[in-house]
C-alpha cells in the first residue's frame, strides 16, 4: 500500500524567511505523481506545486520549489521568502501512474509570524 | 478558469438520515472522486469514478454509500442512513484526460450530523 507521511504537525516561520516541509512516501512503483495540496482556513484544496517521478528536475512555481530524492522517496517543499497569506495546512499527496487515486499525508499546518 | 462546484455547502442532518452531495465537475474532465475529512485530520479517500462506474474504492466506503452520474453533469454521493461519525467535510474532484496534472477540488460542503 501506498503511504505519504508528514513528520511535522506544524511549522511555524518568520514572514519572509524560508520555510521547508517535509514528506516521505511509501511506494514499490517506478512512475507516480507527487503533490503539494494548500488548505487555508475557507478549507479550498488548492494544488500549489506537483512532480512527475521520472523527471529529475525539481518542479519550481514561483516562490514555491520542491526538493525531490526519488532513491530516498522524499519529496520537500521549500517556500521562500514567506507571507501572511501563505499560512495554512499544507499536504503532501501520491498518485500512482496506472490509476489516479490520490493519497494524502496528514499535513502540516504552517503558521506565519509577521 | 473552470471550476468544481458543489452544493450545499453545509449540511446540517438528524442522525438515520439520507443526504445526497451534489457536485458539478469540469465539463471535459474524465475521472471523478470523492474525499472526505474529518476536522483536524487528513483527507481520505472515498471513492473514484469513471466511465459511469466505480473505478475504485475505500474501506471507509461501505454499502451507506454510492456514487451515480445521472445526468451527464451532477457527481453524487448518497450515504443513506447517517451516522455521528460521518460528520465531515466532502470534497468531491475531478481529473481530465492529462492524468500529471493534479484534481482540481470542489469547495467541499460541511456535514453535520445530530
Known amino acids: 500500500a501506498q503511504t505519504v507521511t508528514q513528520s511535522q504537525p506544524e511549522m511555524s516561520v518568520q514572514e519572509a524567511e524560508t520555510v521547508t516541509l517535509s514528506c516521505t512516501y511509501d511506494?514499490?512503483?517506478?512512475?507516480?505523481?507527487l503533490f503539494w495540496y494548500k488548505q487555508p482556513p475557507s478549507r479550498q484544496m488548492i494544488l500549489v506545486i506537483r512532480q512527475e517521478a521520472y523527471k529529475q528536475q525539481n518542479a519550481t512555481e514561483n516562490r514555491f520549489s520542491v526538493n525531490f530524492q526519488k532513491a530516498a522517496k522524499s519529496f520537500s517543499l521549500k517556500i521562500s521568502d514567506s507571507q501572511l497569506g501563505d499560512a495554512a495546512m499544507y499536504f503532501c499527496?501520491?498518485?500512482?501512474?496506472?490509476?489516479?487515486?490520490?493519497?494524502f499525508g496528514a499535513g502540516t499546518r504552517l503558521t506565519v509570524k509577521p | 478558469e473552470p471550476e468544481v462546484t458543489q452544493t450545499p455547502s453545509h449540511q446540517v442532518t438528524q442522525m438515520g438520515q439520507e443526504v445526497i452531495l451534489r457536485c458539478v465537475p469540469i465539463s471535459n474532465h474524465l475521472y471523478f472522486y470523492w474525499y472526505r475529512q474529518i476536522l483536524g485530520q487528513k483527507v481520505e479517500f472515498l471513492v473514484s469514478f469513471y466511465n459511469n462506474e466505480i473505478s475504485e474504492k475505500s474501506e471507509i466506503f461501505d454499502d451507506q454509500f454510492s456514487v451515480e452520474r445521472p445526468d451527464g453533469s451532477n457527481f453524487t454521493l448518497k450515504i443513506r442512513s447517517t451516522k455521528l461519525e460521518d460528520s465531515a467535510m466532502y470534497f468531491c474532484?475531478?481529473?481530465?484526460?492529462?492524468?500529471?496534472?493534479?484534481?482540481?477540488f470542489g469547495s467541499g460542503t460541511r456535514l453535520t450530523v445530530v
Open positions: 474532484a475531478s481529473l481530465g484526460h492529462w492524468a500529471n496534472y493534479g484534481y482540481t
Open positions: 511506494t514499490s512503483e517506478s512512475d507516480y505523481y
Open positions: 499527496a501520491y498518485r500512482r501512474s496506472r490509476n489516479n487515486d490520490m493519497r
